[in-house]
């Protein structure tokens, strides 16, 4: 309601309604007339969009100094901000780029203009980000609450690929869920996504917007992605704040496991009420746990420092935990490398739980595999419950954001013929809630 009261000061009664509908959490149904489908979506989606334009100074390239440059796409949502990815603005916000960087946009009704603007917000994990200027577009893309469209729905997007603005590309929507991002998820589309796409708005065919295009793959023909609109409408409230948005976690990292519910691999959390591997998550306040990201969504309207009540299932009984939501963590697994016991990270990364065999505080040493989760590391190499393992390396790679694990087992698949295995993981998990 805040919001809703700011636009109204600001004269965007049409924005005041959509933060007010959200407020009286009503659904949809509250913006059938800002969303309604008309012959005139197209145009009017194409005068909400503007063309956005990093200018990074000069580099060296191939001992030649080359203009850098940096293109991107953004929409209005409200009177003068506008949602772009956070990939393109990036060296606005990132302390670690010391070089030159000045960010403008170039209307779609006069793209001979640059005019300056500024990030507001922005949400590294999610790809987002959200701009502010002087320059009213003449149309607005309200968000809706609610996105349902479904794999071979026909969908466009509007954008500026390599710097051709105001083009229009079609495709079909070929999956719903691919967990690429480590918080939420993204629609697969094959619509063309060229450099300068990134934060083209996604309608359907009668007008409504369904996502924001962010990445493609550049080997593959065809193979991009968009952010759903609802995963939109859920950071809107943490952009308008400002600065990076944080998401607050529980400090669980799952596994997707063989059936509905997420499985435990680890507990970062270093209290003495903690899960251990094999864990089955059932219900975070009262509402069941279908998977990693319907939990991510119903963790993103909880307040931080908020207390979640998490129930799951150990061995078919039953255990409960109060967990504070506060982890600021990230997805990233190196404060908890320097904070907890590393064996809980080395079950978290090989997807399993080990019992350590002997008395050593090393995490090098023997090991019996306890449990194996479907589908992680442990289980596509073949390891079983009962095998032995010894191992050699568990290293951090501060610099590479990796870890190094090395170990030799006799698996009992093999005729208990020995072998050593070296795995590398990423330090960021994309499956931590």
Not at 2 to 9: G, L, N, S
Not at 103 to 115: A, E, M, T
Not at 293 to 319: G, H, M, T, V
Request: proline share 5%.
């Amino acid at each position: 309601r805040r919001w809703a009261q700011r636009a109204e000061e600001n004269g965007d009664f049409d924005a005041a309604a959509w933060f007010t509908a959200m407020a009286d959490n009503k659904g949809s149904g509250v913006l059938d007339h800002l969303t309604a489908p008309t012959d005139e979506w197209l145009a009017r989606a194409v005068s909400s969009v503007v063309t956005v334009y990093v200018d990074r100074g000069f580099k060296l390239q191939s001992g030649y100094s080359v203009p850098d440059r940096v293109l991107g796409t953004a929409f209005q949502i409200s009177k003068g901000f506008y949602l772009t990815n956070y990939h393109v603005i990036e060296s606005e916000v990132d302390p670690s780029y010391q070089g030159y960087s000045r960010i403008s946009i170039r209307p779609s009704g006069n793209p001979q203009i640059k005019v300056p603007a500024k990030v507001i917000g922005w949400d590294e994990e999610m790809d987002l980000a959200l701009i502010q200027s002087e320059e009213v577009a003449p149309g607005t893309i309200f968000l809706p609450t609610t996105t349902k469209f479904q794999a071979g729905d026909r969908v466009f997007a509007v954008g500026s690929p390599v710097g051709l603005e105001n083009s229009v590309t079609a495709g079909v929507v070929s999956s719903l869920s691919r967990k690429i991002i480590s918080y939420g998820e993204a629609a697969q589309i094959d619509v063309p996504v060229n450099q300068g796409n990134s934060g083209s708005p996604l309608f359907s065919a009668n007008g409504v917007l369904v996502g924001m295009v962010f990445a493609g793959l550049p080997s593959f023909q065809n193979i991009n992605f968009a952010l759903p609109a609802q995963w939109l409408v859920a950071s809107l409230p943490a952009l308008f704040e400002g600065n990076a948005a944080m998401h607050p976690r529980l400090g669980l990292m799952l596994g997707k496991g063989s059936g509905q519910n997420p499985l435990v691999l680890a507990d970062l959390d270093a209290s003495l009420a903690a899960f251990r591997a094999g864990d089955v998550l059932t219900e975070i306040n009262g509402r069941l746990s279908k998977d990693i990201a319907s939990i991510q969504f119903q963790l993103a309207s909880i307040p931080k420092d908020a207390l979640c009540y998490i129930e799951a299932e150990r061995d078919f009984q039953p255990i409960r935990r109060l967990r504070r939501l506060g982890s600021e963590n990230g997805a990233s697994l190196i404060p908890a490398w320097d904070s907890i016991s590393k064996n809980i990270i080395l079950e978290g990364v090989l997807g399993a739980r080990l019992t350590q065999l002997g008395s050593s505080r090393k995490v090098e040493g023997p090991y019996t595999v306890q449990w194996v989760c479907p589908a992680e590391a442990a289980d596509e190499i073949g390891l079983v419950a009962g095998d032995a393992i010894q191992i050699h390396k568990f290293l951090l790679n501060r610099n590479a954001k990796s870890f190094l694990l090395e170990f030799s087992t006799k698996p009992r698949q093999s005729g208990y013929l020995e072998r050593t295995i070296r795995l590398e993981f990423p330090t960021e998990s994309a499956t931590i809630i």
